[in-house]
């Protein structure tokens, strides 16, 4: 009752004094902790830091703003393509698809400032709580994690951003009207925030719902290995990659044996799972629905069984997509069942095959069927396939094959499934298992971005030959998203990203 009463009370006060300020920043003070008069005893400490991860899943679990548009749904449509059943899609998903995004349609960055904004009301009050040493360093351990991934997400998306380190608690801050960071500047403050979790990385605690020491090194990898291979960072990265990497440790026993039970909702926080964050079946939104199909274009014998059902279907597989996981399924992939449905299961006479993706679909026995799948953002495949790009750019062709082949078992069930230590095959391989491996997880994207492959893609069908390499002639940025128009309409600091105008 007490925090109750304070959360309601400071609410109240703040909320006249900062509403312009958040209008124009687009950060929503919808953070009553911030307030200093708020610090007062360790209960305050304990209740901010799980309200880092509640912004950044309700930022990461909306139906437009997700690691599959961010991360997946612009390799475009070799991939991707609409619903193959009603033949519809609407105007931002095929703009996403096709990569002609416009400020006035794109996704925007609240959620994910207001994250940060969390974030650095914990850092700075932190200590005014009178909090143990043991609960202190777990939340400012906790914040400077939570941090790096937003701000890694960031720099990857928009590139130029603003850079805030202090919670926004009055409209006189600079804050309120941020200028936008240098790439670099962007890129520093990640490790910088990587560095200090580091530090305190011992009170992390094994809450697979919030930072651990797994999480920690997994995200510091991808960042060494992003920094390596696509901002010329240079062999410290490798080696700073290779550290967090045998940190965590490569072996197949972190594998679960039976790819489906990686995302089993009765067992979501199982052991090959790093960092997710809940999705219970009182919340609404994500992308899985999009998956799902309309019960009226379905036999009734077939809803649920096996055909997910829900409202209109947006997202399917292309055909071609499509027909290699097939092909892969043939050579005894049996990841494939997971990542696809397919079947004449439509109630048209014409009988004609439909395809929907199986991973995440929530549970089915209920109809519509509820989207109750955590969100998961590291994963320990993630990790071996990490390994396995870091033996890539070191040149141990041999070393890659060897992490590459922990996946390749799982799938295939053979040892040494890939033996071939050609540079160009190691490497064509590498990408082939991400296709396989981690289709609807938004991690493609970047996949291809850091091995180089995305530039020999064609995003667009209905363009032929037009390759992403083609498109940065166009427009040299054309790999980061525009920001928003209503962001920059906010704050006349801001600039539109080069390329995006």
């Not at 960031?154 to 009055?170: C, D, F, K």
């Not at 979501?268 to 199909?293: M, P, R, W």
């Not at 069984?305 to 043939?330: C, D, H, M, R």
């Not at 439909?354 to 990790?383: A, F, H």
Request: charged share 20%.
């Amino acid at each position: 009752m007490k925090n109750t009463i304070k959360l309601i009370g400071i609410a109240i006060l703040c909320a006249a004094a900062l509403s312009a300020c958040h209008k124009d920043l687009e950060i929503p003070y919808d953070n009553a902790l911030s307030a200093s008069n708020m610090w007062k005893d360790a209960s305050d400490l304990e209740q901010s830091v799980p309200g880092i991860y509640k912004r950044l899943h309700s930022y990461l679990s909306d139906s437009d703003c997700n690691v599959f548009y961010f991360g997946e749904v612009r390799v475009g449509d070799y991939m991707w393509g609409k619903s193959l059943e009603s033949d519809v899609q609407n105007g931002f998903m095929i703009a996403c698809r096709h990569n002609s995004m416009t400020p006035s349609n794109t996704i925007g960055w609240s959620g994910l400032y207001s994250t940060i904004d969390q974030a650095n009301a914990v850092l700075k009050h932190a200590a005014d709580c009178g909090a143990s040493k043991s609960t202190l360093d777990w939340a400012l351990a906790q914040a400077y994690f939570a941090r790096a991934y937003c701000y890694f997400h960031a720099a990857r998306v928009w590139g130029e951003v603003p850079v805030n380190t202090l919670p926004v608690e009055s409209t006189n801050q600079e804050e309120c009207y941020p200028e936008q960071k240098s790439v670099e500047e962007v890129y520093a403050q990640v490790e910088a925030d990587i560095k200090a979790c580091e530090a305190l990385a011992d009170n992390l605690g094994n809450e697979k719902y919030f930072g651990t020491k797994d999480a920690l090194n997994t995200l510091k990898a991808d960042y060494a290995l992003w920094m390596y291979s696509t901002r010329d960072g240079g062999s410290k990265y490798l080696d700073m990659a290779e550290q967090a990497l045998g940190a965590i440790g490569i072996s197949s026993s972190r594998l679960l044996p039976d790819y489906s039970k990686v995302f089993d909702r009765t067992n979501k926080k199982n052991n090959e799972i790093i960092f997710s964050l809940a999705l219970s079946a009182s919340d609404t939104g994500g992308y899985q629905v999009y998956f799902c199909h309309p019960a009226n274009l379905i036999a009734p014998s077939y809803r649920n069984n096996p055909v997910p059902i829900s409202a209109t279907q947006w997202w399917s597989y292309s055909k071609g997509f499509v027909n290699e996981l097939k092909a892969s399924e043939k050579k005894g992939d049996t990841r494939v069942k997971t990542n696809l449905g397919y079947g004449p299961y439509s109630s048209a006479s014409d009988k004609h095959e439909i395809t929907w993706c199986n991973k995440l679909t929530g549970n089915m026995e209920k109809s519509p069927v509820v989207q109750d799948n955590d969100l998961i953002y590291y994963r320990y495949g993630y990790v071996v396939m990490l390994d396995a790009e870091l033996k890539y750019y070191k040149k141990d062709y041999a070393g890659a094959n060897k992490s590459l082949n922990i996946i390749a078992k799982r799938a295939y069930g053979k040892d040494n499934y890939y033996t071939s230590t050609a540079p160009s095959d190691v490497l064509d391989n590498i990408v082939h298992e991400y296709f396989m491996e981690f289709p609807a997880e938004g991690m493609i994207w970047w996949a291809l971005i850091r091995t180089g492959k995305i530039w020999d893609m064609v995003p667009n069908s209905e363009i032929p030959g037009e390759t992403f390499k083609d498109l940065r002639d166009k427009n040299p940025n054309i790999l980061l998203w525009p920001i928003a128009q209503g962001s920059l309409n906010k704050n006349n600091k801001l600039h539109q990203i080069p390329g995006w105008i």
